[in-house]
């Protein structure tokens, strides 16, 4: 099982490696997004209060879903998603495997948007970094989750581009309010660190319960 | 014969729901006078008699109570409307159909 | 027809309303809300579990009853989401002031109402294999619902707890169970009438199929 995730997510990663379309676009996006909220937001050169935390879950959230779109639909033009499924391989494999693309993909936006929220808002991101990096983590393996499943389940249905964001936000609230609450909690000069430890516990059981439910249901839901 | 119980389920229902409209707006009652009082326990935990609130919480209660009994018949009415409506043209539907293949004049 | 059964029970039931309506002289007016605000979230959370095993049935077992059983119930839950959202804040504007708040309670009643507003719009606008894609929505849908009740309890909320309905005074238990009752009966009125609607649809489905051969 491990060993096919492996290798779905191998190939994934030597495609984009070729011509990094995705990973260019998605990370141009996520940054335009933050700067968006930048001009929007921010006020004779004073940011909102707590606004960095959401503005960060905000564009992580966007970008993520513009990226789950993308990638599934270059794997619809090639129907490489259904050699995939057509291959006597286990099915919850090949979810994990696409599940570690998008988490990386992610992850990757993430390194670059971090930095770019701390300076244009003014937030010490710096504070508790290993905190820091588990809330982000935990909530983008949430989000992923959710997202890989109903983008893999959306790649034949009509208006899938619009029917995904109206399918994942609503499922992933928890995710990113809990993502959100703990990273403004994190940003605080005198943060409670017990607060934000409940919320990455919390972080934690969505994502086993949703990766449990994608799991379970990835087989049922790709075959016609 | 289906499309008679239809329409008795749907008038029984409309008429249930006409005494319910009917029991409700009978029912209101006057506001009881309220009196000064010290700060009362979390509405969370239990329910507190209004008597215990101060006076500047007072607004008048029977707008909105009306608003939400009117909306929930309002809400209830307009769904069995809808799925009668839906219920109907379908089955007209598949009357059309049935006799249809029956003369086996459809094309 | 059963149905005429249950009937002819909400029919005789509803007299016994004015009897209810009497006993809140106690509590502001506005707390009678309280006796069709609490049944429609129990009939709302009701339909999202119903939708979720359907859903579940019906993706693993195949069988298209569950699937009818499953977009019935999903439409009934974003009526009795709706209810329920309506009728809380016109309470909450009298009892806390403001018209919402955006605490655990609220904000996951409303979630999982837009879940379920997302059923409709996957069934309605998603082409072909529709049903399996609500079906999966569903049961992410029913995994929120546990949250949903036990949230006050667990967390800092202005909505009311889950102890206050096992300790209301006897005149109003007898109300609230009385009004719930009768949302009960409605509710599963309305989920027979509408599973109906779909069965008409699945029969005139295979008519058009018969006809193309």
């Known amino acids: 099982m491990i060993r096919i995730a492996w290798l779905v997510l191998k190939k994934d990663l030597t495609v984009e490696v070729r011509s990094l379309e995705i990973a260019y676009t998605t990370l141009f996006f996520a940054v335009s997004c933050v700067l968006f909220f930048a001009f929007a937001l921010v006020k004779e050169g004073k940011p909102p209060e707590d606004g960095a935390a959401g503005i960060l879950w905000i564009a992580i959230a966007f970008a993520g879903t513009l990226g789950l779109g993308r990638t599934f639909e270059r794997e619809r033009q090639s129907e490489t998603l259904r050699a995939l499924l057509m291959a006597p391989a286990d099915r919850p494999a090949i979810y994990v495997g696409k599940l ?48 890989t499943l109903f983008s893999a389940m959306l790649v034949r249905a009509r208006s899938r581009d619009v029917l995904l964001p109206v399918l994942l936000y609503p499922i992933t609230v928890p995710v990113i309010i809990a993502g959100v609450r703990a990273t403004a909690e994190l940003l605080k000069a005198d943060g409670e660190m017990a607060l934000v430890r409940f919320w990455v516990a919390l972080l934690l059981a969505l994502d086993v319960v949703f990766v449990t439910l994608a799991l379970w249901t990835f087989e049922p839901l790709m075959t016609d | ?101 029956a003369k086996g004049t459809r094309t | 027809m059963p149905l005429a059964g249950l009937n002819a029970v909400m029919f005789a039931a509803a007299p016994f309303i004015i009897a209810r309506a009497d006993y809140e002289a106690t509590m502001g007016l506005v707390q009678k809300i309280f006796y069709y605000h609490m049944p429609s979230a129990s009939m709302f959370l009701l339909s999202a579990v119903i939708c979720g095993i359907a859903s579940a049935r019906f993706l693993f077992g195949g069988s298209p009853r569950q ?60 082409g072909p294999g529709s049903d399996k894609l609500a079906a999966g929505l569903a049961l992410f849908g029913m995994a929120n619902v546990p ?67």
């Open chain 1, 100 to 147: 570690l693309g998008i988490i990386a993909l992610l992850l990757a936006a993430e390194v670059l948007l971090v930095p770019l929220v701390g300076f244009l808002f003014q937030a010490p991101f710096q504070l508790h970094p290993f905190w820091l990096a588990a809330v982000l983590v935990s909530g983008t393996i949430g989000f992923a989750a959710v997202g």
């Open chain 2, 1 to 101: 014969m289906v499309k008679r119980t239809e329409t008795r389920r749907g008038a029984v229902l409309s008429v249930l729901l006409a005494v319910f409209i009917g029991i409700s707006v009978s029912a209101q009652q006057p506001q009881p006078q309220p009196q000064p009082q010290p700060a009362p326990p979390a509405a969370t935990d239990e329910f507190v008699p209004i008597s215990q609130l101060p006076p500047q919480d007072q607004l008048p209660a029977a707008p909105l109570l009306i608003s939400a009994y009117a909306f929930v018949w309002v809400a209830l009415f307009g769904y069995l409307l809808s799925v009668g409506r839906r219920l109907t043209k379908v089955q007209g539907e598949v009357q059309r159909l049935e006799s249809d293949i």
């Open chain 3, 67 to 126: 699937d009818r059983l499953a977009h019935a119930a999903a439409e009934l839950a974003v009526l009795f989401g709706a209810i329920t959202l309506v009728t809380g804040p016109l309470w909450a504007r009298k009892a806390w002031g403001v018209w919402w708040a955006w605490d655990v309670r609220l904000t996951s009643s409303l979630m999982g109402w837009m879940v379920a507003w997302a059923y409709l719009l996957v069934r309605k606008y998603g």
């Open chain 3, 147 to 213: 949250f949903v009740y036990i949230s006050v309890n667990y967390w800092r909320t202005i909505h009311p707890k889950t102890s206050v309905v096992p300790t209301l005074p006897a005149d109003m238990g007898t109300a609230l169970w009385f009004s719930f009752v009768c949302f009960l009966l409605l509710f599963i009125l309305l989920l027979r009438l509408r599973v109906h609607l779909e069965e008409q649809r699945a029969r005139l489905d295979a008519l058009y199929l018969a006809l193309d051969e």
